[in-house]
């Protein structure tokens, strides 16, 4: 089933933002945290439709990821070392990431 950019941004914001509830957990009372907590259970029911939507608009092939059509492996160096960075980061925003790769795109 193919997904149009526009569907795979509006789900991706959405999985972003039920994402963030749980993230956010701090303010969830010590009942709502209980593994067998219907919030729990919620949120691990997510978990998997996360991986699945990742699954779905990121496939693997060939021995790398392939984002919107792009292949991140035959990005630039530079490129890939900050997509790399901005994957493992607890603190880079997607815009920082846009101003970094913009950055490198400059100095080409």
Do not use: A
């Amino acid at each position: 089933m193919s997904q149009t950019n526009d569907s795979i941004t509006k789900k991706s914001k959405d999985l972003q933002y039920k994402v963030s509830t749980y993230i956010h957990s701090y303010y969830m009372s010590d009942s709502e945290l209980e593994y067998n907590s219907d919030n729990m259970q919620n949120c691990l029911n997510l978990i998997l439709e996360v991986d699945e939507f990742i699954k779905s608009s990121m496939p693997f092939i060939n021995g790398t990821w392939t984002m919107l059509g792009m292949e991140i492996s035959s990005m630039p160096e530079k490129d890939r070392e900050v997509f790399e960075e901005w994957k493992t980061s607890c603190k880079m925003t997607y815009d920082e990431l846009k101003e970094k790769l913009f950055e490198n795109h400059k100095q080409k």
